[in-house]
């Protein structure tokens, strides 16, 4: 994300900082997520944004799904709270650009800002739309990579703790000749009565059981060492 800002600085005349703002896969147009930004004022500038939620120009161009320009944002009626706030920044001009994908899907928008009155003119908007285009194929890929990722770590994760409980319950079925119900119906009611996740429980009882195996074959403890 951050790349795509700087790359859009140098890429579409005008602009003096940018930032990429996210809509929130499978969310309405108002959740977003302000990321990239490439400079310190436009990180500034996205606070802002994100605490109003619902006004500003990259709202806005997210919403319609088209091109937003003012030419003096504090001076701006569309955005009677947002662009006051933005201009004691110092910033003057905006232009913001919706990231379309090929199948018309919006998935966020491309905000450009200049310290300049009417700084993005008809050729930046062209360019802008131009850079808008490619820019959101990169964005979503990048959202969608991210997504898959987390959804795999969780997986790992869920796998690991699975596999902690599993072994928790083989113990307590070695111990007590429980069967394999009642071995997790004991580890529940230890969780509970801890009030503690079960993970941890079957975590405690594993490290328990390793501990004695090591004692008895006058093993180190490798937390020990």
């Known amino acids: 994300m951050g790349e795509v800002a700087r790359a859009a600085v140098h890429a579409i005349p005008g602009t003096q900082g940018a930032g990429v703002t996210l809509l929130r896969l499978g969310e309405s147009a108002d959740r977003v997520q302000c990321l990239g930004a490439s400079d310190p004022f436009v990180e500034q500038v996205d606070v802002i944004q994100y605490e109003l939620?619902?006004?500003?120009?990259?709202?806005?161009?997210?919403?319609?799904?088209?091109?937003?320009?003012?030419?003096?944002?504090?001076?701006?009626?569309?955005?009677?709270?947002?662009?006051?706030?933005?201009?004691?920044?110092?910033?003057?001009?905006?232009?913001?650009?919706?990231?379309?994908?090929?199948?018309?899907?919006?998935?966020?928008?491309?905000?450009?800002?200049?310290?300049?009155?009417?700084?993005?003119?008809?050729?930046?908007?062209r360019?802008?739309?131009?850079?808008?285009?490619?820019?959101?194929?990169?964005?979503?890929?990048?959202?969608?990579?991210?997504?898959?990722?987390?959804?795999?770590?969780?997986?790992?994760?869920?796998?690991?703790?699975?596999?902690?409980?599993?072994?928790?319950?083989g113990i307590i079925r070695s111990r007590s000749g429980a069967t394999n119900d009642e071995a997790f119906g004991r580890l529940r009611?230890?969780?509970?009565?801890?009030?503690?996740?079960?993970?941890?429980?079957?975590?405690r009882i594993v490290e328990e059981a390793a501990r004695r195996a090591r004692a008895r074959h006058g093993l180190t403890d490798p937390a020990a060492r």
């Open 53 to 125: 939620m619902d006004e500003g120009p990259c709202i806005t161009a997210a919403q319609l799904g088209r091109t937003v320009v003012s030419a003096e944002i504090g001076q701006d009626g569309r955005w009677p709270r947002f662009g006051p706030r933005v201009a004691r920044l110092g910033v003057r001009g905006v232009l913001s650009l919706p990231l379309i994908l090929p199948d018309q899907m919006v998935v966020g928008a491309l905000n450009c800002y200049s310290r300049a009155v009417n700084a993005f003119d008809t050729d930046a908007s």
């Open 127 to 169: 360019l802008g739309a131009l850079f808008a285009t490619s820019a959101a194929v990169a964005v979503h890929n990048s959202q969608v990579f991210v997504r898959a990722r987390t959804q795999a770590e969780q997986l790992q994760a869920a796998l690991s703790t699975r596999a902690v409980i599993d072994q928790a319950i």
């Open 189 to 203: 009611q230890l969780s509970q009565g801890e009030n503690v996740k079960l993970a941890v429980v079957a975590e």
